[in-house]
């Protein structure tokens, strides 16, 4: 199985083939470091990238859902729902003639705004 990166991931990370980390693994060590993560190649083709703990820990950070954000949300939803609470009661409490009215009136195209001379 090859993997093929975009050329703008591969254009940002120092490249490093896999026969290069297996003989001087320290220096990859400070590449990371240096630049948070490095390209692995294997036949002068993308196939891993090694990056650092805190880089690791910052993805997946960046991947979890805000469940606080989302929850924020969701009642900011539900309170705009509840608002129009006596629009929708009104709505159910009409009669069918009226609400058949109402929609005729919804759908029917507006008239353009004459434009001042």
Not at 55 to 65: K, S, T
């Amino acid at each position: 199985m090859s993997v093929f990166l975009d050329q703008p991931v591969t254009g940002q990370l120092p490249s490093v083939s896999a026969t290069q980390l297996v003989a001087g693994i320290q220096k990859v060590g400070r590449a990371v470091a240096a630049h948070g993560a490095v390209l692995i190649t294997k036949h002068d083709q993308p196939a891993y990238v090694l990056m650092s703990v805190e880089r690791y820990r910052e993805l997946q950070r960046a991947a979890e859902p805000d469940l606080g954000a989302l929850g924020s949300e969701f009642d900011a939803m539900l309170a705009r729902m509840q608002g129009q609470g006596d629009a929708m009661a009104d709505a159910f409490a009409m009669a069918p003639d009226a609400v058949g009215a109402a929609a005729v009136k919804a759908a029917k195209p507006r008239k353009p705004a004459r434009k001042a001379a």
